[in-house]
């Protein structure tokens, strides 16, 4: 886990340590595996938690995650392969489909479901949590739902590409923002794909935590002599710096998300489906949740 409060180094960053996902299940039954946020001690200052899913067994998704609260972070749900209906007790409704991402922050409270609308093919996709600060945890909940068509994907030398779901991409001196900018917590969100022998740089801000998630194939990650392996289905946590440099590690293509964020810096209260900063936060999250206050309150 990076150390808070000590000076940030510069240049290229290095795989610090790796958070191997584990198997396990969501919502109504959903068979998913978790990387971040398998306990509460595996975060990266600004997230929380990122689960993958992908099945192409109905049974394995088909009961989908019933209504439920959330108060005090963001989730985004990015869409692979698939089709998901979002409900809300506000009455949104969205579809995220193949390629798309909904962008939700719960703020100070949702009640929502997000159900299978197939049933039967394959589904794949990430759902990333990310903390909000203190002074926004109480705001009046959003949503943004964004399809394939509003995420750019970038040629990449060498032959690879990358989607830009959030901040900006710069390649061969030519920024390519994405559709998600100007939060708190200024994260970048790539989904990077290398053909065999490829690499990849990109720089990012110094004062910003990092870390890779490999999810087809295998990275190396780092400067060529030092560089370590980071295999599917894995987190890697990167150390301080200001660029990274990943290399494709196997014969076949790789696929990896890169994400960075700038770091609150502030405690932390998780009781489940609720994130806030103090114990007494969280009691009161659970009394407005179980009075109905939720649902009153969040319009």
Known sequence: MPVLNKERIMG???LESVIESVATSDGAGVKLRRSLGASQALRVDPFLMLDEFSSDNPDDYIAGFPPHPHRGFETVTYMLEG????EDHLGHRGEL???GVQWMTAGRGIIHSEMPRQEQGRMR??????NLPAREKMKPPAYRDIPPEEIPEIRL???GRAKVIAGTLVVNRESTPGPVRELATDPLYFDVTLPAGASFSHPVPNDHNAFLYAHEGELKVGEAAAARTLRAHSAGVLSDGDEILVANGGPGEVRFLLLAGRPLREPI????PFVMNTREEIEQAIRDYQSGEITRTAV
Request: net charge positive; hydrophobic share 35%; proline share 4%.
């Open 157 to 159: 030398p060498g032959g």
């Open 125 to 130: 996709g990430f759902q990333l949590w990310i």
């Open 83 to 86: 089709h998901m209906r979002h």
């Open 269 to 272: 209260v998780q009781y489940g």
């Open 12 to 14: 290229i960053r290095a």
């Open 97 to 99: 489909r193949s390629g």
